[in-house]
């Protein structure tokens, strides 16, 4: 299995662009996550889908953010419009409820700078 | 919210020394789960720990979870450079995860 895939791995945009984060979890998943990590805030939920289906969005920072899971194969974590204190690595996970730890997958991070 | 909150945040060791990182929570939890994130890396999923008390070792780790499940350790014996890494502790482990802030962990060759 190829893991979570993640694109694109870095991100470079200025203040006020749109930016689309891709991710395409592991086959058979039924769980999918986006995280934020940063330096001051650390390992952030932001929102999380169950069977496409989204779940708890409550970790989203504000408006500016939307998350999509279409498909069982594909999710986008959208952000419009960006601002420098977007800045983060930005993660997906997967998982799927019934293995013995329900463990979570994560993919290799979006790196996203908006200057 | 559930927060789990971890202590120290930084560990700098000399190879060969053995260290511990403690993962506390304010509530009862369900069960636990430890990862690492190597530098400039991504989270991997170390283990799980479900019952109070309850101990496991993979190799040179060694993981407990306390008897009134609110507390955990991680303790490293013979900390080699491949040990070099944040260690994350993550509650309570059903769909939903807090995460700690990590230990971050430098070898000293």
């Known amino acids: 299995d190829a893991g979570v895939i993640q694109s694109p791995r870095h991100e470079v945009t200025e203040m006020g662009q749109e930016v689309t984060l891709r991710c395409k979890p592991i086959?058979?998943?039924?769980?999918l996550f986006w995280y934020r990590q940063t330096m001051m805030r650390g390992l952030e939920l932001l929102i999380y889908?169950?069977?496409?289906?989204?779940?708890?969005d409550s970790g989203m920072p504000e408006d500016r953010f939307s998350a999509k899971m279409p498909n069982a194969s594909f999710s986008t974590l959208k952000i419009q419009p960006s601002e420098p204190r977007d800045s983060a690595v930005y993660f997906c996970?997967?998982?799927?409820?019934?293995?013995?730890?329900?463990?979570?997958?994560f993919g290799p991070g979006t790196r996203l700078t908006v200057l | 919210g559930q927060q789990v909150m971890q202590i120290p945040q930084y560990q700098h060791v000399q190879e060969g020394e053995d260290f511990t990182t403690y993962c506390n929570s304010s509530?009862?939890?369900?069960?636990i789960q430890w990862y690492k994130q190597r530098p400039g890396g991504h989270p991997v999923f170390l283990i799980q720990?479900?019952?109070?008390?309850e101990v496991k070792k993979q190799k040179r780790l060694t993981f407990q979870f306390g008897e009134a499940k609110k507390n955990s350790s991680l303790h490293i014996t013979a900390t080699q450079t491949t040990d070099v890494g944040t260690y994350f502790c993550a509650g309570p482990g059903d769909y939903k995860l807090s995460f700690g802030a990590g230990t971050t962990v430098t070898v000293r060759a």
């Open positions: 889908f169950n069977n496409n289906v989204p779940i708890d």
């Open positions: 509530t009862t939890l369900s069960n």
């Open positions: 996970a997967s998982s799927f409820y019934g293995t013995t730890y329900n463990e979570q997958f």
């Open positions: 086959s058979g998943h039924d769980y």
């Open positions: 720990l479900v019952k109070s008390g």
